[in-house]
Each structure stands twice: as structure tokens, then as C-alpha cells.
């Protein structure tokens, strides 16, 4: 029979990705662990040190946790298959992207 330990114990993830690599790690924690939690408990800190769990933003499965839809990282009480995913800052602001792309697209047509 199984210890009431083991009983109070969920499985969840961790994601993390880099253009050169990405990392899942999967891992027990006990019920009631943090977003946040899980990510410092995970050890993806040791193979990504650039991380910082203060400031980059996280979700589960897409959805931010940013306090407006969904309790923050260090609030969020996962459950069991939730997917953490710290989110890497973006490089360029998505509007001047598109207009990049848009200036790109109109020079190509005049050669």
C-alpha cells in the first residue's frame, strides 16, 4: 500500500528553451507547490544559469502567470500535468518585427 507521502505527491514539468537547446524535466513535487517552486526544485537552474526566477515570466501551457488570468509563479498552485514555462525575454518588439517585415517585403517587390 502506498505511503501517505507518496499519496500527496503530483507530477508536473518544467520547460525551458533556448534557440540552440530546449529542456523538459519532469518531476514530483507535493501537492501544493508553487509555480516557482517547482522551477527552483526542478534543477534547471544548474543547466541554464542564465535564467532568473525573479523576473522572467512564466505560464502553464501557454497561458501566462501574470496575475491577471492566472496567479503569479510564486501564487500558482500547480496540478497534476501542469507544464511550467519560463519564457525568455523577447529580442525584438513584435510591431517593429512586422514592420521589418513589411519594409523587406515591399524592397523585394520593386527589384
Not at 20 to 30: D, H, M, T, W, Y
Given at each position: 500500500m502506498p505511503s501517505d507521502h507518496a499519496i500527496n505527491r503530483i507530477t508536473v514539468e518544467v520547460a525551458y528553451a533556448t534557440p540552440?537547446?530546449?529542456?523538459?524535466?519532469?518531476?514530483?513535487?507535493?501537492?501544493?507547490?508553487?509555480?516557482?517552486a517547482a522551477v527552483l526544485q526542478s534543477g534547471i537552474l544548474d543547466e541554464f544559469p542564465e535564467i532568473n526566477v525573479e523576473q522572467q515570466p512564466m505560464g502553464i501551457f501557454s497561458k501566462p502567470l501574470n496575475g491577471k488570468g492566472r496567479a503569479l509563479p510564486d501564487a500558482y498552485i500547480l496540478e497534476a500535468g501542469d507544464r511550467v514555462e519560463i519564457y525568455r525575454p523577447l529580442q525584438i518588439d513584435p510591431k517593429q518585427a512586422r514592420l521589418e517585415r513589411a519594409k523587406d517585403k515591399a524592397s523585394a517587390k520593386q527589384k
Open positions: 540552440e537547446k530546449q529542456r523538459i524535466i519532469s518531476l514530483q513535487v507535493e501537492q501544493g507547490t508553487t509555480a516557482k
